[in-house]
């Protein structure tokens, strides 16, 4: 009973009436003049037509976003990390460059940045070809220029042995200055939250005490992303692999050191990753496809003022056929519509990179002075 009462009082939960889910194309939402749109890569007959797991941050007053890149298929073994700069608040962006290249054993996805002082770090998620079940590492390159990079080392756990899974992509500073995250490990990909007091986020890393429901190869529970609540209590938001279409919620009130048994809210979820954070005030958002099935838009902004309640919805990106592009080319697992979204604040704006049917490299821009 007492349990039941806690998840009651701080399980997050969508308020009704905010989306209309009888409306597919937009929820019922309109967009509005402060956001804005910039494609950072469109592809080409000669370019790689597979791009998602778009990630972004600033160092040194210049935008990075990285992505994994692949000439057709998810996963190819050829799946290479591509990087651009923007030195204009992300109005313009540089010309993709590799960040990580495959070998002939791995290939390499996206798995975030860590800015810490002078030394911006980018994490590289490597995956062994061939290996059943499917399963990866987490390496690290860094950078004082954004330019030259170190060569790739492997992500330290606290007892110095390798992180033997693939970090989630936006891990979370606390006050204090720990990170907080999620790693999915071997075999195969088992979520549990991950943190560290390693500012660096290379090493230190310690598995949080946590109850995920094993599936086999994979967890019921992957793909988080995670945001605070005003008491310090640490959210942390699932997707969920067994067919619900509702985001799964844990809880932390040890800076992340054990964690609630997750459980199913109420806030409709394609099924796909989202992403989640709390702006300058405070205020917590996640991004996310919040639809009853599998269709991957509209691609929405859902904030709320205690972390409990969103009773906010913004529209970023809908499916009508004005805003979401046809598919290019075709490729192995190119799902229709805005994947896999994460966002950064940068200069009282949310940035927001996702990718367009799993080709095309976008990010939505929301000026946040306006918007609150």
């Given at each position: 009973m007492i349990l039941s009462a806690i998840f009651l009082i701080i399980l997050p939960y969508l308020s009704p009436g905010v989306i209309d889910t009888?409306?597919?194309e937009t929820l019922g939402l309109t967009m509005t003049a402060e956001t804005k749109t910039i494609t950072i890569f469109?592809?080409?007959d000669t370019t790689h037509h597979y791009a998602n797991g778009v990630v972004?941050?600033?160092?040194?007053?210049?935008?990075?976003?990285m992505w994994q890149s692949s000439q057709t298929?998810?996963?190819a073994p050829?799946?290479?990390?591509?990087?651009s700069r923007s030195l204009d608040e992300g109005n313009h962006w540089t010309k993709p460059q590799p960040l990580a290249l495959p070998t002939d054993t791995h290939y390499s996805t996206s798995g975030g940045w860590i800015v810490n002082g002078d030394t911006l770090t980018a994490f590289v998620d490597i995956w062994e070809k061939g290996l059943e079940p499917r399963g990866g590492r987490t390496c690290y390159l860094t950078s004082s220029d954004g330019e030259t990079w170190s060569t790739p080392q492997p992500v330290k756990m606290a007892n110095g042995s390798d992180m033997d899974g693939v970090l989630e992509q936006d891990p979370y500073p606390l006050p204090d200055g720990r990170i907080i995250g999620a790693a999915h490990f071997q075999p195969g990909l088992h979520v549990c939250p991950v943190y560290t007091d390693d500012p660096s986020g290379r090493s230190g890393w310690q598995r949080g005490s946590f109850e995920g429901e094993d599936r086999g190869k994979q967890s019921r529970e992957l793909e988080p992303s995670q945001y605070l609540q005003p008491d310090g209590t640490i959210v942390m938001l699932f997707r969920d692999q067994s067919g619900s279409f509702r985001k799964l919620a844990s809880f932390s009130t040890d800076k992340g050191e054990s964690w609630s048994k997750p459980v199913e809210t109420n806030i409709p979820d394609a099924r796909t990753?989202?992403?989640?954070?709390?702006?300058?005030?405070?205020?917590a958002y996640m991004v996310c496809c919040p639809?009853?099935?599998?269709?991957?838009?509209?691609?929405?902004?859902?904030?709320?003022?205690d972390g409990k309640e969103f009773n906010k919805a913004i529209l970023l990106r809908s499916g009508l056929p004005d805003d979401l592009p046809p598919r290019r080319y075709e490729g192995r697992y190119k799902t229709l519509g805005y994947s896999y979204p994460k966002a950064f604040v940068h200069h009282n704006k949310l940035y927001i990179g996702?990718?367009?049917?799993?080709?095309?490299?976008?990010?939505?821009?929301?000026?946040?002075?306006?918007?609150?």
């Open positions: 009888t409306n597919v469109s592809p080409s972004m941050t600033a160092f040194k007053g210049t935008l990075y976003c298929d998810e996963d050829e799946t290479c990390v591509m990087y990753k989202q992403c989640a954070g709390n702006l300058p005030d405070g205020t639809s009853s099935g599998k269709w991957r838009w509209p691609l929405v902004l859902l904030l709320s003022r996702y990718s367009v049917n799993k080709e095309q490299v976008d990010c939505t821009v929301i000026d946040l002075t306006q918007t609150l």
